[in-house]
């Protein structure tokens, strides 16, 4: 059975703004259910993903319930933080969505200057899933390089051996496909500081741009342009989890 919440309380939680705003939002007439108005603030409403197909808020359908993901095409130059100065990926969101209890988080982050796929998320149990070491989730980047790759860099990923500056525990296999002498796609399964700069610095290059275009099996759609977002729906959720291979040695 799907939960329910008091239309106050849960219109207060996704930003739209105190239960006092919202019970005058309801005297005013502004919200409306399957086309009817709504006239007690204190009435359950069941907590289901279609809600916002059959409410509306001043004629704007209602914004994703409780318990939502999406996919950003994060741009250069965003934080992935909720506090620090300068641009924020939460400032290519509604402003609304900054209220919400709970609150909306990236999914891991990505580095200022790395571009890509980033997922976000109020739902703490799919962070979890997604983020946690044990699901050992491959994340696809495409790494543009200072120097022309030697060929032994795929060994050195691959063999599960390679120790980052200042870390005591080597890293897990990761894979590399060179594209040419200066790109390659690198897939690693965890997600330590600066990983993909640091793996590329312990084999003597440097990482000039960075960009993931893969998490999972979920690929950044080619039609989702830099700051950009969509919501994830059931199907993209699966691909996330899809892809259970683990990057083994060569
Ligand atoms: N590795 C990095 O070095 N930076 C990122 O943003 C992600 C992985």
């Known amino acids: 059975m799907s939960k329910a919440l008091r239309l106050d309380r849960l219109l207060a939680n ?14 005013a007439g502004w919200i409306m259910l399957d086309g009817e108005r709504l006239t007690h603030s204190e009435d359950r409403i069941a907590l289901d993903p279609g809600l916002p197909q059959r409410m509306t ?15 950003l095409h994060k741009p250069l130059g965003v934080t992935c933080s909720h506090k620090e100065s300068g641009a924020l990926v939460y400032d290519l969101l ?10 909306l988080s990236t999914i891991g982050r990505l580095d200022k200057e790395t571009s890509g796929l980033l997922l976000l998320t109020d739902d703490g149990a799919l962070l979890h899933r997604v983020i946690s070491p ?31 500056d200042g870390e005591d525990k080597p890293l897990a296999p ?11 796609y690198l897939t690693v399964t965890e997600g330590r500081y ?9 084999v003597g290059n440097h990482v000039t741009a960075l960009h993931r275009d893969r998490i999972g099996a979920l690929d950044l759609p080619a039609d989702l342009a830099p700051g950009d977002y969509r919501l994830l729906q059931s199907d993209g ?8 291979r683990r990057v083994t040695s060569a």
């Open 14 to 27: 996704m930003g739209y703004g105190s239960r006092r705003d919202i019970e005058q939002m309801v005297r």
């Open 57 to 71: 808020v001043r004629g704007q359908p209602l914004d994703p319930t409780p318990g939502f993901a999406l996919m």
């Open 94 to 103: 509604p402003e609304r969505w900054r209220r919400r209890d709970p609150a």
């Open 134 to 164: 044990r699901s050992h989730m491959p994340k696809r980047y495409l790494a543009t390089l200072d120097r022309p790759l030697s060929g032994a860099e795929g060994e050195a990923f691959a063999r599960g051996t390679l120790m980052l």
């Open 174 to 184: 990761a894979t590399l496909e060179p594209l040419d002498d200066l790109t390659a």
């Open 194 to 202: 600066h990983q993909v700069r640091r793996m590329f610095a312990a």
């Open 237 to 244: 959720i699966d691909a996330i989890f899809a892809s259970r």
